[in-house]
């Protein structure tokens, strides 16, 4: 831990920082200001606020200023090298200094609770605590058309903490990436806390905090290697938040390549198709957690077959290139009779899904009521709650408005599994 000195009318204190908010941002000044702002709603002062700018422009800097300008819990680094996700990723741990570390993104949120789960992972000796993020907020503008401006609460949560002994079975079935989205409440640098030691362990045998198109995707296989247990939480002490160019939205509109053009020197696996998607972000994120860690008997349980079906599924294009791989890497033992029957039956799927979302979108277009309708009636289907809300802001305001109802008090109980 490292020391600040906080001046006060009759002396100076030496306040140790007990939990680091790391904030890293490009090109999204408005949203985050939202993040830090939920940070800062923290009450404590033994906590900062790190923010790790790589902007075109600084102007974040005079908005930090103007906003928070006499809290000295925020520290401000503004870096004009370009660097990939990755990079600003690392230099922006580096500056933590807290004994717990929290990663978000820059339209993301902390809620308050953080530092009382934080303290209780301390006083029980736990390394790392996920949250099974019932939660999630997406902002105005973002390409999902029903649901933007909208915080949905997919179910119910109690407050009850798992402790996890069986960490590294849950990694071997993640590496399957038969369900690369598995990872959500696995412990990694993103909306989870973790100790700071474990992570200056990581640094001094690898040189590096993060690695990869996918700094949330590494983090978990590495930080697996550190950890035999940890802790979820069943309630959200962040938000996930999805806004106009973050990767969420390049995701949703086709312009995930645009999130591989930022690594300057990004070269694939030869296992895996040259193509940007999520399954390949997700394959090459493992591959090189697993090589920078010296964990490569991990690779053994990626299943091939289904993982080559996902990607011609994803990237059409590619369809060729992921024959020609799976008659490479999975053909023996009926791997590559597997892959063209997983991919016919995934194709006629996509292909039905594909066109309802044309009808979908074409409603929303041209008859607008239409995204109003589905407002009203889908999150009942398909999620517990949901309200209309123009900023993460707001949206927190009204989570508590509900929590309160639901739970009364916010308090963590504990189970072990």
């Given at each position: 831990m490292s020391g600040r000195i906080f001046k006060t009318e009759k002396e100076e204190v030496n306040i140790f920082m007990f939990l680091s908010i790391v904030i890293p941002t490009k090109n999204r000044q408005l949203t985050a200001i939202f993040a830090i702002r939920s940070a800062l709603a923290i009450p404590n002062i033994d906590i900062e606020?790190?923010?790790?700018?790589?902007?075109?422009?600084?102007?974040l800097r005079h908005d930090i200023e103007i906003n928070f300008k006499s809290d000295v819990r925020v520290k401000y680094f503004f870096i004009d090298s370009k660097p990939s996700m990755a990079e600003n990723w690392n230099m922006a741990f580096a500056k933590a200094t807290g004994e717990y570390v929290c990663g978000i993104g820059d339209d993301d949120a902390v809620l308050k609770e953080i530092y009382t789960i934080a303290k209780w992972a301390k006083a029980n000796n736990v390394a790392?605590?996920?949250?099974?993020?019932?939660?999630?907020?997406?902002?105005p503008g973002f390409s999902?058309?029903?649901y933007n401006g909208t915080i949905a609460v997919e179910r119910s949560f109690s407050g009850e903490i798992v402790v996890v002994n069986t960490l590294a079975e849950r990694i071997q079935d993640y590496c399957t990436l038969r369900n690369p989205n598995g990872y959500l409440d696995l412990p990694e640098l993103y909306h989870c806390l973790i100790r700071n030691d474990i992570l200056k362990k990581i640094y001094v045998d690898t040189g590096k905090f993060v690695d990869a198109t996918s700094v949330d995707i590494y983090s978990v296989i590495v930080i697996g290697k550190y950890i035999s247990s940890y802790a979820i939480i069943d309630y959200p002490f962040t938000f996930r938040g999805a806004?106009?160019?973050?990767n969420s939205d390049r995701f949703k509109t086709g312009q995930f390549a645009n999130h591989f053009k930022e690594y300057k020197n990004l070269s694939l696996p030869d296992i895996l198709?040259?193509?940007?998607?999520?399954y390949t972000t997700a394959a090459e994120s493992v591959i090189i957690a697993c090589k920078n860690t010296g964990q490569e008997q991990l690779l053994e349980f990626i299943d091939l077959p289904e993982l080559y079906a996902n990607i011609a599924i994803e990237i059409p294009e590619v369809y060729d290139l992921c024959v020609e791989k799976a008659a490479k890497?999975?053909?023996?033992?009926?791997?590559?009779?597997r892959f063209l029957s997983s991919y016919a039956k995934k194709n006629d799927v996509s292909k039905k899904r594909t066109k309802r979302g044309r009808v979908t979108t074409f409603l929303q277009t041209k008859l607008p009521f239409v995204?109003?309708?589905?407002?009203?009636?889908?999150?009942h289907k398909h999620i517990l709650k949901a309200s209309q809300a123009s900023t993460i802001s707001e949206a927190i305001e009204w989570f508590y408005a509900y929590t309160q109802k639901q739970l009364g008090a916010f308090e963590v109980t504990q189970r072990i599994v």
């Open positions: 606020v790190i923010v790790h700018d790589c902007s075109d422009v600084d102007s790392a605590v996920a949250h099974t993020s019932p939660v999630y907020y997406q902002w999902a058309q029903i806004s106009k160019g973050s198709p040259s193509c940007a998607g999520f890497y999975a053909g023996g033992n009926g791997g590559f009779e995204s109003r309708i589905f407002r009203k009636i889908v999150p």
